[in-house]
């Protein structure tokens, strides 16, 4: 006889089976977690009463038999639903974009930062400006990924960033988010949409997250009415990063893209701005292009992190662009506008010039697409009765080409020549 127990609760039998052993006794409750014990077959449920019988072993396997059916059944109705729910396109002949399944790390938030900041731990900061480059920057484990209004030079391929508008900002934004749902998303305000005033600030940074996706916004500047636009999108309920040294938005002021800092007053003043931004509530001020005892000095005022970009290795953390690190582009206008501090952590561009190169030259040898790479398939009596159906629409050189394609679609390369 084989023994085997029911656990009932309220009045339910919600029954787990134990096959024991050789030489084992019928498990107790307190036995069940240990792996060299029965076999659990079902998840035990916190019980009323435990009872145990006997069956023989044929009525046992039939039991086991029959709870396994159920529970391949429950797994098969549990994968449907998700199906169902889900608002991804299901799979077909180009694949679609990637589940964006759950990621083991926890989603960053301003917290997260913050607690990186007062242990010490540097914290990474990316740009990203589309679904790819976003996939990639999550993949990494970076901690915040900004989309930065630099898309208008390396994307759009402008000599600065002014021409950029917050509409084709915020297509970048929702691109951006849809392939980076665990760093902290950042969105740049463009120029020309918060200058005017406080509430034409607030509208915009509300512009960003509820249309684009964002977290939170940063805004470039220490004037007055930036610190005040800044103080007025805080207390509307949106975390601010500060933007302060070097500001690109500003180069018709500053002469161009130029270093701050470099003189007593103006250190003293990239200083000053840092501490403004952090009195109007920002949680976190990027210092670009200062000299890095500048940059020493702003993040030892400050109680919120610093983010430096061609400002040292004193800050609190770095930030870089997307196609600067990666080597991205290699044409003469990139060339220009790429900045001085940019370490390449990849030679991506030669990379996707040779395999542009590959590509053109096995297209105009005929040598691509070959048969691994032409998957779809006709039977052959389909393909007669296809050729028949075009000699009788009067497509003769069709139904040939028709023909000679089917006796070929096993060799490398198409015909040789066109006819």
């Given at each position: 006889m084989v023994a085997f127990t029911i656990l009932i609760q309220n009045s339910r039998s919600n029954w787990s089976l134990f096959l024991p052993s050789p030489k084992s006794q019928v498990p107790s409750p307190d036995a069940q977690n240990s792996k060299k014990n029965p076999i659990l077959l079902s998840r035990p449920h916190r019980s009323l009463h435990l009872r145990t019988y006997h069956l023989s072993p044929a009525l046992a396997r039939?039991?086991?038999?029959?709870?396994?059916?159920?529970?391949?059944?429950?797994?098969?109705?549990?994968?449907?639903?998700?199906?169902?729910?889900?608002?991804?396109?299901?799979?077909?002949?180009?694949?679609?974009?990637?589940?964006?399944?759950?990621?083991?790390?926890?989603?960053?938030?301003?917290?997260?930062?913050?607690?990186?900041?007062?242990?010490?731990?540097?914290?990474?900061?990316?740009?990203?400006?589309?679904?790819?480059?976003?996939?990639h920057v999550d993949s990494a484990g970076i901690d915040v990924c900004l989309v930065g209004d630099s898309a208008a030079m390396v994307v759009h391929g402008h000599d600065t960033t002014l021409p950029i508008s917050l509409d084709l900002m915020l297509e970048h934004c929702r691109a951006v988010a849809r392939g980076a749902p665990r760093p902290l998303l950042v969105g740049d305000l463009p120029f020309g949409c918060y200058e005017s005033s406080a509430a034409q600030a607030v509208d915009s940074a509300v512009r960003v997250l509820?249309?684009?996706?964002?977290?939170?916004?940063?805004?470039?500047?220490?004037?007055?009415?930036?610190?005040?636009?800044?103080?007025?999108?805080?207390?509307?309920?949106?975390?601010?990063?500060?933007?302060?040294?070097?500001?690109?938005?500003?180069?018709?002021?500053?002469?161009?893209?130029?270093?701050?800092?470099?003189?007593?007053?103006?250190a003293v003043k990239v200083v000053e701005t840092a501490l403004a931004l952090q009195e109007a509530g920002c949680f976190s001020v990027v210092l670009e292009c200062v000299p890095a005892p500048v940059a020493a000095a702003a993040t030892s005022a400050l109680q919120i992190p610093t983010i430096g970009i061609g400002a040292g290795p004193f800050c609190s953390g770095q930030v870089l662009v997307y196609h600067d690190l990666l080597g991205m582009m290699q044409h003469p206008h990139y060339a220009k506008v790429t900045p001085k501090f940019c370490k390449q952590f990849g030679n991506v561009g030669n990379v996707i010039n040779r395999a542009l190169?590959?590509?053109?030259?096995?297209?105009?040898?005929?040598?691509?697409?070959?048969?691994?790479?032409?998957?779809?398939?006709?039977?052959?009596?389909?393909?007669?009765?296809?050729?028949?159906?075009?000699?009788?629409?009067?497509?003769?050189?069709?139904?040939?080409?028709?023909?000679?394609?089917?006796?070929?679609?096993?060799?490398d390369g198409g015909p040789k020549e066109n006819s």
């Open positions: 039939a039991a086991a038999s029959h709870h396994q059916d159920t529970m391949r059944r429950s797994l098969l109705v549990r994968q449907l639903a998700r199906r169902l729910l889900s608002n991804l396109p299901e799979s077909t002949v180009y694949g679609g974009p990637r589940p964006q399944e759950a990621s083991a790390a926890r989603r960053v938030t301003v917290t997260t930062l913050r607690g990186k900041h007062r242990r010490g731990e540097p914290i990474t900061v990316v740009t990203a400006y589309d679904y790819p480059s976003a996939v509820k249309e684009g996706g964002m977290d939170t916004i940063k805004l470039e500047g220490g004037a007055p009415s930036r610190i005040t636009a800044a103080k007025a999108i805080v207390e509307a309920g949106i975390a601010v990063m500060g933007h302060v040294g070097l500001t690109p938005q500003a180069i018709s002021v500053l002469g161009g893209f130029r270093p701050q800092g470099k003189t007593v007053d103006s190169s590959e590509y053109k030259k096995e297209v105009e040898t005929r040598t691509f697409p070959g048969p691994s790479h032409t998957p779809y398939k006709i039977i052959p009596t389909d393909v007669d009765g296809f050729a028949t159906a075009l000699q009788k629409m009067g497509l003769s050189d069709a139904a040939d080409a028709a023909a000679a394609a089917a006796e070929n679609s096993g060799t």
